[in-house]
């Protein structure tokens, strides 16, 4: 996996100042929410669009999100479904979504906790009986089931001898 210079330059630029304390951050957003919870309420975003790819193309199409560096993502009807899977499918992108929240959570936690992480990987696999997509019963719901979460993190230890 790699990321754009870009975006790999703008999380770097966060470890080349001092150490980021979530507890420091979180804590004027916990006294915000305490008294406005409205305030609490954030809404995420993602957009399509046939600017780049025309509507009547049948198994392609574009996604972007983010609001700070939006990312556009190439998307592509899965081949199980009779598309080309050449590029992430909308199953992949939420399975993304669902990693995502857990490396951030656990990311965050440790953090908060004091602990630190010496390598994190998350996998999240969702599956579907794609039946239901294609309209072949009633009996098969096209919805995604969670397959499998997993999970893996190393703490870096730390160790002090005492004399």
């Given at each position: ?44 975003h993602a957009q399509t ?32 479904v009779g598309g080309e ?79």
């Amino acid at each position: 996996m790699t990321l754009s210079t870009q975006h790999l330059n703008h999380i770097t630029s966060f470890s080349a100042t001092d150490p980021i304390s979530v507890r420091d951050r979180q804590a004027p957003l916990r006294t915000s929410y305490a008294h406005t919870p409205k305030a609490a309420w954030v809404y995420d975003h993602a957009q399509t669009s046939s600017r780049e790819v025309m509507a009547q193309h049948p198994i392609h199409g574009h996604v972007a999100c983010g609001e700070g560096i939006p990312i556009d993502v190439p998307i592509s009807v899965h081949s199980a479904v009779g598309g080309e899977s050449d590029f992430p499918c909308p199953g992949e992108i939420l399975a993304a979504a669902l990693a995502s929240c857990l490396d951030t959570a656990i990311r965050m936690i440790a953090n908060i906790k004091g602990g630190k992480l010496a390598e994190l990987s998350v996998r999240a696999s969702l599956g579907a009986d794609v039946r239901g997509i294609l309209m072949m019963t009633r009996r098969c719901q096209s919805v995604f089931k969670p397959r499998r979460w997993k999970s893996r993190s190393r703490p870096h230890l730390h160790c002090h001898s005492c004399i």
